[in-house]
């Protein structure tokens, strides 16, 4: 009952509470008590990445900038391999969709903000600089992938890694521009937007509102 009070009505949070008690029980880190397992969302998300190796943190902590994922985009982001990856995806804070065959993996809103907002106190924390370039590197793969779907002509498979890119500088401070020799800017996301398959097409799957100035120009510009 305790824990049903604590968790605020978020069956995550029952689901992290019981990962946190599996985790004492099979180190022996001694009696499981209410205090044990409630607290804070944010608490219990850090109980349960100090259990985890490293470089599956890393994983994870990408994977929480991305609202669907899969393990190729979360591997380039984390700067991990794709085996790591695998392995994280199997952990209480992933949630996957089988019937999802493009990003099948995906992190519930609150535990993403749980771990974003964490800091650098916490074991293998990330700064605001380590966030900002897996931004980048997410953002690049996205430009990767976007080229290819063009190359195969694949409207669908572009429209969704366009949405997904605008749903990525929205919430970090990341541009896809950049300024050339002579001194022009260039950004290949307003391009793609602009002479891609359907702008209208983009409209279902981009977010309402943007933290960011940047990602709120291209939600204006589309709706």
């Not at 109980?47 to 994922?69: N, Q, V, W």
């Not at 907002?117 to 953002?139: C, F, M, P, Q, T």
Request: proline residues 3%.
């Amino acid at each position: 009952e305790d824990l049903i009070e604590s968790s605020g009505g978020l069956p995550q949070y029952l689901k992290l509470a019981l990962d946190v008690a599996h985790r004492y029980k099979e180190n022996g880190f001694g009696e499981i008590s209410v205090e044990t397992v409630s607290g804070s969302l944010g608490s219990l998300v850090e109980l349960i990445l100090e259990g985890i190796p490293e470089d599956e943190c890393r994983a994870l902590r990408a994977a929480a900038m991305l609202s669907k994922f899969d393990c190729s985009l979360v591997a380039v982001a984390a700067q991990v391999d794709q085996g790591c990856v695998e392995r994280a995806m199997t952990r209480s804070l992933i949630e996957v969709d089988f019937k999802e065959s493009l990003f099948p993996c995906r992190m519930h809103d609150v535990v993403r903000e749980a771990i974003r907002n964490a800091g650098v106190h916490v074991k293998g924390g990330w700064s605001e600089i380590d966030w900002r370039s897996a931004a980048y590197r997410i953002l690049e793969e996205f430009e990767v992938r976007i080229q290819n779907a063009v190359e195969q002509g694949d409207d669908k498979l572009n429209i969704r890694l366009t949405s997904m890119a605008i749903s990525s500088v929205s919430e970090e401070s990341v541009e896809a521009g950049f300024t050339s020799d002579a001194g022009v800017r260039r950004d290949w996301l307003a391009r793609r937007v602009l002479h891609g398959p359907s702008i209208r097409g983009l409209y279902p799957h981009i977010p309402t509102a943007s933290r960011t100035v940047y990602g709120q120009g291209f939600i204006d510009f589309i709706n």
